[in-house]
Structures are given as structure tokens and as C-alpha cells.
Nanobody, 127 residues
Framework: QVQLVETGGGLVQAGGSLRLSCQASGRTFTSRYVMGWFRQAPGKERDFVAAIRWSGASTFFADSVKGRFTISRDNAKNTVYLQMNSLKPEDTAVYYC???????????????????WGQGTQVTVSS
């Protein structure tokens, strides 16, 4: 089993920054897992935000966050980060960390291919 715990959410003004962290643990977790971030705004479906391959060499972002968000990972700490800059009110959502065992550009945005999920952390951006 794999456990994922997100931290770093909070309230920030538009134009501000936040960094989310996701700590992974568990007997079956390895640093080769693909790590992703999704978000769900009130009344909306959960959407893909970003993903990173185990080596960090490959990343993928939703169009809505390109140029503003970056994703990185520290495999020694089993931690993935989502740096969010130039935040907008429409970024307000619960952000979820996720993990999957394989990488595919075709399915990286598809939540059904992710095996493990955290409990989520709230990000609120005020205008």
C-alpha cells in the first residue's frame, strides 16, 4: 500500500504563491512511481494539474497552469512539490496528490490511471 499526505494549502491573494508538498510512504512505494497533482473546485469535476516522471526528466502540465506552476520531486525524501505562482481566483480548489506506476503521455492526465490518492489540501485564492 501507498500513503500520500499533502500539505501546504491555505489562503493567498491573487498574484501570490504557494508550494504544496506530498509525502509518500508505504511498503510498496518506490521512487519510480509517477506522481501527479489534480484539483477539484466546488461543484466541478476533478481535473489534472501536473505530473512528473520518477527521474524528474519528464513533466506535464495542464494548459491552465503552464508557465505558472512547476512540479518537482525529491526521491530521497519521497516527496513531490507543486510550486504555484501568479495564482488566480480560478485556481481555488482542493488539490490532490496521486501516484501511478507507469508513465504515458497518452494517459498522464487521466485520473483513472492513478492508483493512489491523498486526502487533499485546500487552496483558496482571494481576488
Amino acid at each position: 500500500q501507498v500513503q500520500l499526505v499533502e500539505t501546504g494549502g491555505g489562503l493567498v491573494q491573487a498574484g501570490g504563491s504557494l508550494r504544496l508538498s506530498c509525502q509518500a510512504s508505504g511498503r510498496t512505494f518506490t521512487s519510480r512511481y509517477v506522481m501527479g497533482w489534480f484539483r477539484q473546485a466546488p461543484g466541478k469535476e476533478r481535473d489534472f494539474v501536473a505530473a512528473i516522471r520518477w527521474s524528474g526528466a519528464s513533466t506535464f502540465f495542464a494548459d491552465s497552469v503552464k508557465g505558472r506552476f512547476t512540479i518537482s520531486r525529491d526521491n530521497a525524501k519521497n516527496t513531490v512539490y507543486l510550486q504555484m505562482n501568479s495564482l488566480k481566483p480560478e485556481d481555488t480548489a482542493v488539490y490532490y496528490c496521486s501516484a501511478r506506476s507507469t508513465w504515458s503521455f497518452d494517459t498522464v492526465q487521466a485520473q483513472q490511471y492513478y492508483d493512489y490518492w491523498g486526502q487533499g489540501t485546500q487552496v483558496t485564492v482571494s481576488s
